[in-house]
């Protein structure tokens, strides 16, 4: 019987790593790979507040697990993961409904031999009131959609009533990379929007709040990006709060620690993330305080040396002597799955684990078609600021590596002139 390898998840860590690994092991037939997770499709999450704005139609950059799975040799199972079983070696997999409750796939149980979790993060609204209710959250595609038909929904319904005066009010909690890049992209969307007809709310009558516990924007970056992009925010019309805790959320906006109102139509949370609450000590494993698994340096969690985990869900120690934990970053999900590529191919063969060693090569934020900013560290060139064109161009290649990670250079170029035609043939915004 071959060795069963688990992955559950199909962000961008666990999918590269069972296409990874089907293609190293599954081709081969030295190992069945099974990849989870609970939607057919899968799309690069950094690319989510694309889709919320309408800049990027979800369809034409979604990844399909089955194809992906026949064409790299590993085996795809439809299911949201809810618990776990280490003494029997299972995991159990929550029946799948359709949009009427109906059992469309059954509840059932997977065997593994090794299993890799891989299940990422959510938003962490902080148990704040009202935050659950009233606000959006860009965790998956169907919450970026949903965004989506609401912001047009705005539109299409001041442009019904003809009149004057319409306002749209949208404030963003979180002034992180999510939070400025959806300021920007809603910037660039009220002015296509205008330009395709829909001009009963003009440009300068979208009010964007971009809310801010800390005091700055882009904490987790260098303070002279975060300066660059806070600057270049409000040359773009938006307002940004910093030191501005949220208290509570209304339906009539958001309400600061010092009581302030600031109204908003349309509410996202975009500060924060946590594992998923069922996670906590799953199965007696090692959690931290966002339920994060506590692993080693090999990626294997503390307490079950046949499970491993990564990207997000993973609390995994920098390795420099500090208590700090890696950044919950695309590229750290990108580096762990490539190491763990070679490990679980070293298990196999009763070979040593190599230790991750996590590498910085740098942040970009882009500001939708108005401006790009960054970092990029290496060895020779160091920590250099780059902005405009190139921080752009550096920005897009980011997709473009995932993209390559998982089709591969040919078909990846395919994509990109595929893509070009498309600007070419479609709209610059989805209107549906």
Request: glycine share 10%; hydrophobic share 40%.
């Amino acid at each position: 019987m071959l060795h069963r390898i688990v992955v559950v998840g199909g962000g961008a860590g666990g999918l590269e790593l069972a296409t990874r690994l089907g293609r190293a092991l599954g081709r081969k037939r030295k190992a069945h790979i099974t990849l989870v997770d609970a939607h057919l499709t899968h799309i690069w999450k950094p690319l989510l507040h694309e889709v919320a704005t309408g800049s990027l139609n979800s369809t034409d950059n979604e990844l399909n697990y089955l194809a992906q799975a026949k064409w790299n040799h590993f085996e795809f199972q439809l299911g949201r993961f809810e618990g776990l079983d280490r003494a029997a070696r299972e995991i159990s997999l929550a029946a799948t409904l359709d949009e009427e409750g109906r059992e469309l796939v059954p509840a059932r149980t997977l065997g593994y031999d090794t299993l890799v979790l891989a299940i990422g993060s959510v938003t962490n609204d902080f148990g704040t009131k009202g935050a659950a209710d009233h606000c959006f959250f860009l965790d998956e595609t169907g919450q970026a959609l949903n965004l989506h038909r609401q912001l047009l929904g705005h539109y299409l319904s001041a442009h019904a009533r003809k009149g004057d005066g319409n306002r749209l009010d949208i404030a963003i909690v979180g002034a992180g990379a999510t939070g400025v890049e959806l300021a920007a992209e809603l910037r660039n969307a009220s002015e296509e929007l205008a330009a395709y007809g829909l001009s009963a709310i003009q440009p300068q009558d979208m009010n964007i709040n971009v809310i801010e516990a800390g005091p700055r924007v882009l904490p987790a970056l260098p303070e002279r990006i975060g300066t660059a992009v806070h600057t270049q925010l409000e040359k773009l019309g938006v307002v940004v709060r910093t030191s501005s805790p949220v208290r509570e959320v209304t339906a009539e906006g958001m309400i600061t620690a010092d009581g302030t109102l600031i109204p908003a139509h349309l509410k996202v949370w975009a500060a924060g993330i946590r594992v998923s609450s069922f996670m906590k000590d799953i199965d007696g494993l090692e959690t931290n305080r966002i339920n994060q698994l506590v692993v080693s340096q090999t990626l294997q969690t503390t307490r079950d040396e046949n499970i491993f985990a990564l990207g997000d869900c993973a609390a995994c120690p920098m390795g420099d002597g500090s208590d700090r934990n890696v950044p919950p970053r695309a590229q750290t999900a990108h580096q762990q799955a490539t190491l763990l590529a070679k490990s679980l191919r070293n298990r196999l063969e009763g070979k040593p684990l190599p230790e991750y060693r996590y590498k910085d090569y740098g942040s970009l934020v882009s500001l939708a078609r108005f401006s790009a900013v960054g970092n990029l560290m290496g060895s020779v060139m160091g920590n250099v600021k780059v902005e405009g064109w190139l921080a752009r161009v550096f920005y897009v290649s980011l997709y473009r590596m995932h993209q390559m990670a998982l089709y591969g250079i040919f078909r990846t170029g395919l994509l990109i002139l595929n893509d070009r035609i498309g600007k070419r043939t479609n709209p610059r915004m989805k209107l549906h």
